[in-house]
């Protein structure tokens, strides 16, 4: 089966710049990648999403890059206000197949 | 439109008690997961529905663990003899074939 693995665990980036984080997956058919960011007690919230036929997606202050090659795809915030302290979690799938979660990052933005 | 609903929003019970836990998916939705989540850990994947497919129970823990969803819409995940180590928010999701997951608010599931 699929294997998504997820770093960094954690993150502290001060308020402005800019964070990455990384995901790699194993199943070359997964097709799909969504991008979770869950508050704390809150429920995970979709933030951002990229399909296989696309090598970038951007939305305002939030980016996905894929690499279908090597297999990874990343999360990119700039300029980090403190709202965005969360954990984020990285997902890969394909049609009629069940979603694998990366282990999450915990994103601190320092004011 | 409606989101998807869980039930109960909190569940306290004995250690050796069963409990069932509902999941209302977003109508129209022919995918639906269930996932466990521990304080401060990541999403563990429980048990997928697709459409009239046999659900991949691949992720359940145990045999005590078990789940069903009715006329291709709610579903109930139960927990047979429920242990300490159960303790944990159940989180439900559903989707459009396996498009974009979208999640409820969870139960949280504390054994005493």
């Known amino acids: 089966g699929e294997n998504v693995e997820q770093h960094p665990s954690t993150l502290s980036v001060q308020e402005g710049d800019s964070a990455v984080i990384k995901c790699t997956y194993s199943?070359?058919?997964?097709?799909?990648f969504p991008w979770y960011k869950q508050e704390l007690g809150k429920r995970p919230q979709l933030i951002i999403d990229?399909?296989?036929?696309?090598g970038e997606k951007k939305d305002q202050r939030i980016a996905v890059t894929l690499n279908k090659t090597a297999k990874h795809f990343s999360l990119h915030i700039t300029e980090t206000q403190p709202e965005d302290s969360a954990v984020y979690f990285c997902?890969?799938?394909?049609?009629?197949?069940?979603?694998?979660f990366g282990t999450g990052t915990s994103l601190t933005v320092i004011p | 439109g409606a989101g998807v609903s869980q039930s109960p929003s909190n569940k306290v019970t004995e250690k050796g008690k069963d409990v069932e836990l509902r999941c209302d998916p977003i109508?129209?939705?022919?995918?639906l997961y269930w996932y466990r989540q521990s304080l401060g850990q990541g999403l563990e994947f429980l048990i997928y529905?697709?459409?009239?497919?046999?659900?991949?129970k691949s992720g359940l823990p145990s045999d005590r663990f078990s789940a069903e969803r009715t006329g291709g819409s709610v579903s109930t995940l139960t927990i047979q003899r429920t242990q300490q180590e159960d303790s944990a928010v159940y989180l439900c999701?559903?989707?459009?074939?396996?498009?974009?997951?979208?999640f409820g608010p969870g139960t949280r599931l504390t054994v005493l």
């Open positions: 999701a559903s989707s459009y074939s396996t498009d974009t997951q979208y």
């Open positions: 199943d070359s058919a997964s097709n799909y």
């Open positions: 990229i399909r296989s036929n696309v």
């Open positions: 997902a890969a799938s394909r049609a009629g197949n069940q979603f694998y």
């Open positions: 109508s129209g939705h022919t995918a």
């Open positions: 529905f697709q459409g009239n497919s046999a659900p991949d």
